[in-house]
């Protein structure tokens, strides 16, 4: 592995190189630290540095690639390639002991900014689009339906019916642009209730904005599911991050009525891709999000779209 880094240079020849999971690793080399990750395809690691330098332009928190001595931001090795970053300083969001609003509002506006400045990006071709609407009824639902049995087959196709109905339309005229498609909290670092940096741009792509912000609330609520009391404190977490983020970047009401129904499909992906990867245990946690998702309905789904009119509301006035 030392060989592969002396790609960027001379000082990590004596590097420590740790493991943290399958391809990423920590190097230490003197008193600076980075992150080292295995990738797959060169051009799209050129596309992911050229975004990263706009972003950087637009003073959002991130951590560049770096260029090795091949004048390239890529190392190869064995028909291999690897990206190197520096590490940012902080907390990763997975330690996070409490959801606090501050912290909510400030993660909320730096994904408005974060999305401002994909809106802005004129490369956009570069970057493949996502149609999670599609994904659903393509592999999500053929794949729970073939995992989930009686009696939940029954509550499993009146969800189905209920996002055929109720969201289809709307679907079709949701914004789209450019969003990072990993916003969670293992891709966020914080610290004294502030986002200090985004990482990994690896899964940018076209698609409905409030994938991103859904996608995030998603992951905050497993992450907190198994603790009833940090599930009690989810939705007020979810309504400070939705405040945030209209604080910097305005929504639009049909993706206020649209917000439940995307964390519905979301959640019906996740299931899917750990079924197909074989994690049954991770994906009947995401089978019973959804139902709780679903028993919530009458509840949860007015209450995420008043809360983002209001917000739009106040903003206008």
């Not at 209209?246 to 929504?251: E, G, P």
């Not at 206020?256 to 994906?283: K, P």
Request: net charge negative; aromatic share 12%.
């Amino acid at each position: 592995m030392n060989k592969l880094l002396e790609q960027w240079g001379s000082k990590f020849k004596d590097a420590r190189v740790s493991s943290i999971r399958g391809g990423i690793w920590q190097v230490e080399s003197a008193d600076e630290r980075f992150i080292l990750k295995r990738r797959r395809n060169r051009t799209k690691v050129f596309d992911e540095y050229e975004l990263m330098n706009w972003l950087q332009q637009n003073d959002l928190p991130i951590s560049q690639l770096l260029y090795s001595t091949e004048d390239v931001p890529w190392g190869g090795r064995s028909g291999s390639i690897y990206v190197l970053y520096p590490f940012l300083e902080g907390m990763s969001g997975t330690e996070l002991q409490n959801l606090n609003i501050p912290l909510a509002i400030d993660i909320g506006a730096s994904l408005a900014k974060l999305h401002r400045a994909f809106s802005q990006y004129e490369a956009v071709e570069k970057f493949p689009s996502f149609d999670i609407f599609n994904e659903v009824a393509s592999f999500g639902w053929p794949t729970i339906h073939g995992y989930v049995k009686s009696p939940f087959r029954s509550k499993l196709q009146e969800l189905e019916q209920a996002i055929g109905g109720d969201f289809v339309n709307n679907y079709e005229m949701l914004e789209r642009q450019l969003v990072h498609g990993d916003f969670h909290l293992g891709n966020i670092v914080v610290g004294d209730n502030k986002l200090l940096g985004i990482l990994d741009f690896d899964r940018v792509r076209m698609g409905v904005r409030v994938f991103d912000l859904c996608y995030f609330t998603c992951a905050v609520l497993s992450h907190t599911f198994k603790n009833s009391l940090k599930k009690d404190d989810w939705l007020t977490f979810t309504k400070s991050f939705i405040k945030g983020y209209i604080k910097k970047q305005s929504l639009t009401k049909i993706e206020a009525h649209s917000y439940f129904y995307v964390m519905c499909l979301i959640i019906i992906v996740s299931a899917a891709m750990n079924l197909d990867a074989g994690n049954t245990e991770q994906a009947d946690q995401n089978i019973s999000i959804l139902f709780w998702l679903y028993d919530q309905h009458d509840y949860l789904q007015p209450m995420l779209e008043n809360a983002i009119l209001e917000d739009i509301q106040k903003q206008i006035n």
